[in-house]
C-alpha cells in the first residue's frame, strides 16, 4: 500500500482497513506510523536486498552483468516504472523526517552497495576489470546509476532512461578492461 499511495498517503485507517486487524492490534505492534514504516523498510529492504543478493552473486562476466541489467530493467518495466525503486521511493519520502528510517535506508544502500563491491572484487580475481581499479568508488557509481535510472524511469514512465543509466555503469566497466588488455 505504502509503495502505491506513498508513506504521506498512507494512513493507520488504510492500513486497518486494508488487513485484517483491529486499530488496537495494529496499536499493539507498532506504536505509531513510524514505527510501522520503519518495519516496512525492514521488510521491504530484506526482500530487495535478498534478491539483489541472488541475483549478482551469480554474475562472473560481462554477459552475466547484462544478464542482470536486462532482468532489471524488464522487471521494472512490467510497471513502466510507476513506482520506482523500493528503497528508493522509501528513502525520499522518509529521509528527512524520521533519522531512525534514514539510518536504516542507508544501512540498506550499503549493503546493496556491498553486493557491487563483492561482484567487482569477483571481477578483478577473474582478471575482467584491472586489480588496482577502486570498487568502493565504482560500486557507489553502480548504485548511483540504478537508482537514478529508477527515478528517471519513475518519472517518464519509460523503463529507457534506466537502461540508459546502467548501461554507462557497464560501459565504463568495459573501459578499464580494454585499458587493462591494452596495457598487457
Known amino acids: 500500500m505504502m ?35 520503519r518495519a516496512v523498510i525492514e521488510f521491504v529492504g530484506e526482500r530487495t536486498i535478498t534478491g539483489e543478493r541472488e541475483r549478482l552473486e551469480k554474475v562472473r562476466t560481462f554477459a552475466g552483468l547484462r544478464r542482470w541489467r536486462d532482468a532489471l530493467v524488464e522487471r521494472n518495466a512490467l510497471q513502466e516504472g510507476r513506482y520506482g525503486c523500493p528503497l528508493g521511493s522509501l528513502a525520499n519520502e522518509v529521509s ?71 548501461d554507462m555503469a557497464i560501459t565504463h566497466l568495459h573501459l578499464l578492461a580494454r585499458e587493462q588488455d591494452e596495457a598487457s
Open 3 to 37: 509503495r502505491v499511495r506513498g508513506v504521506g498517503g498512507t494512513t493507520l485507517d488504510d492500513v486497518v482497513s486494508a488487513s485484517t486487524v483491529s486499530k488496537s492490534q495494529l496499536y499493539r505492534h507498532f506504536e505509531d506510523k513510524p514505527a510501522l514504516v
Open 96 to 166: 528527512d523526517q524520521d533519522s531512525v528510517a534514514r539510518g536504516k535506508l542507508h544501512d540498506l544502500f550499503m549493503a546493496w552497495q556491498e553486493l557491487f563491491e563483492d561482484l567487482l572484487r569477483r571481477f578483478q580475481r577473474e582478471g575482467v576489470i584491472p586489480q588496482d581499479a577502486d570498487v568502493t568508488q565504482l560500486a557507489t557509481g553502480f548504485v548511483a546509476a540504478v537508482q537514478g535510472g529508477y527515478l528517471l524511469a519513475q518519472a517518464s514512465r519509460d523503463v529507457t532512461p534506466m537502461a540508459s543509466a546502467i
